[in-house]
């Protein structure tokens, strides 16, 4: 695996760091695999059904939940996907089967996430400085807090804005406007760093934040 970016960071002049989580402090890919591969088994056992109706049923379910939900935290909920992808096979809620789902799939991919060396390096950095750090993801905050335990963020990191809190998502300016809010701070003394091009990037220069980009190559 090769990470790209972190080296490329000047923190000169630089009071606070907008740092998104998924793909930047970790590998998401590789997580999201096995944990859907999990949840997927477990479903499939419970109700009896084969990975193909599975498969059809998950398309649908994650199909309309991004529709309905676009721009907002609760279009990546498990729980969601869960609920409705049952609904599609069996034509009605099943509670524990929609539970199960979210479990297993979080409880998974949890298991799997390692904060990457060259972010820790980075959060070391910052902390030595003190430089404050602000997380800034798009996602339901109950996970994302889970997360930065998992990931040990808890010593380096003072705030943390979730697309649920701000009810948009990146890069819709109020989620860094949030996040500068928390930190006191202005556009001129922040950086972003994050993996999306379009969502951290983009939404960062448009409010006069500098901004690097990470790349993971698996
Ligand atoms: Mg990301």
Redesign the pocket.
Known sequence: MQVLGFELIDLIGIKGVLL?I???LYPYQPSHQVAQAAAATALQEYLGVDSVAFESAYKVARTRVHHDLEGQAASHSRLLYGQKLVEVLLGRTDFEASLLFDRVYWDTFLKTINLLPEAKVFLEQCRETNIKVCLLTDLTAAIQHRKAIVLGLADYVQYMVSSEEAGVEKPAAAMFTLGMEKMDLSPADCIMV???LEK?IKGAEALGIRAYQISILV
């Open positions: 998104d998924d793909n930047t994050g993996d999306s951290d």
